[in-house]
């Protein structure tokens, strides 16, 4: 792949991922991702097919800029229990964001997980790949596995609460959650 096919790439699941993030998967056409990107329409066909196509090198880049984000909250916290907690900090961060609009894995399940198979395996390995995560972390603090699905659950809660009421104080709530089951979970009450 040369330089320019790789920025055209690069520049084309960057403007779907802005699309879809802003109007969803199926009200977005190829024209519209054209117009974004400022690739021609030939050249995004020749770098993806489909739109199918293009949405799973979205999502690709979605769960890239997830565990990215995810490292960098977890980089500055210096116990097992600020790293487990730092999942939620970094929740609030990206639901204050302007262009939040939930979690785009969940998004494109709802909008297309009925008739898509290979969305569906995507976002299952991705939430699976989250839930290893968060597992990796329980079984560091030494805490009971049975702790991991739980804090994944309010994570994974809490993006859908604060797209749908617009309000990011769920990631507090959250946190929040998450501090009373590990501290119930370490103390065995």
């Known amino acids: ?40 329409l030939k050249r995004i066909y020749a770098a993806f097919p489909s739109k199918d196509a293009l949405l799973l090198a979205v999502l690709h880049h979605r769960s890239g800029s997830w565990d990215a984000g995810l490292a960098g909250a977890a980089a500055t916290a210096t116990t097992p229990r600020e790293r487990l907690l730092a999942v939620y900090d970094f929740l609030d961060e990206w639901f204050r964001g302007n262009d939040f609009r939930g979690c785009g894995f969940i998004n494109a399940f709802g909008e297309l997980g009925g008739v898509s198979p290979e969305v569906v ?18 079984d560091e603090l030494g805490a009971p596995p049975l702790l ?5 659950l309010l994570a994974e809660g809490a993006q859908t609460t604060a797209a749908i009421s617009g309000d990011p104080v769920a990631a507090a709530h959250a946190r929040s959650a998450a501090e009373t089951l590990i501290d119930v979970a370490l103390t065995g009450r």
């Open 148 to 152: 991991a699905p739980q804090l994944a």
């Open 1 to 40: 792949m040369t330089t320019d096919t790789a920025a055209d790439r690069d520049r084309i699941v960057e403007a779907a991922d802005r699309l879809f993030n802003r109007s969803g998967v199926q009200a977005v056409g190829m024209d519209a991702v054209r117009a974004e990107s400022g690739v021609p």
């Open 121 to 138: 395996d995507l976002v299952r390995a991705q939430k699976a790949s989250f839930q290893a995560y968060v597992a990796d972390l329980v």
